[in-house]
């Protein structure tokens, strides 16, 4: 059974910094490319930023683009999303996405609270 569990989330003041990791467990995690998606109240989900299965491809929002880093680390099965210069428009429940043999799995999501 594939499993994604997020984690890091949490109020931070605008300009700060969060780490957002995702742990991945039931699959051959190196063979996915991995994803994270964030929805903000009332709104509906959007596509954060996207990392190959090397790690070497990699794609961010526009919204985003500067500001927030997407890593993987194959050895710990484990995906990341640094946020840097956050701002409150980055409020949102922040989740987690692959998709294998054609069904989508998504984690149960991490909220990140941006004060101005």
């Known amino acids: 059974q594939v499993r994604l569990l997020e984690s890091g989330g949490g109020l931070v003041q605008a300009g700060g910094s969060l780490r957002l990791s995702c742990a991945v467990s039931?699959?051959?995690?190196?063979?996915?490319?991995m994803d994270w998606y964030r929805q903000a109240p009332g709104k509906q989900r959007d596509l954060v930023a996207t990392i190959t299965t090397g790690g070497v491809g990699r794609n961010y929002a526009d919204s985003v683009k500067g500001r927030f880093i997407i890593s993987r680390d194959n050895t710990k099965n484990t995906v990341y999303l640094q946020m840097n210069n956050l701002k409150p428009e980055d409020t949102a429940v922040y989740y987690c996405h692959t998709i294998i043999n054609g069904v989508n799995y998504w984690g149960e999501g991490t909220l990140v609270t941006v004060s101005s």
């Open positions: 039931g699959s051959i995690f190196r063979l996915n490319a």
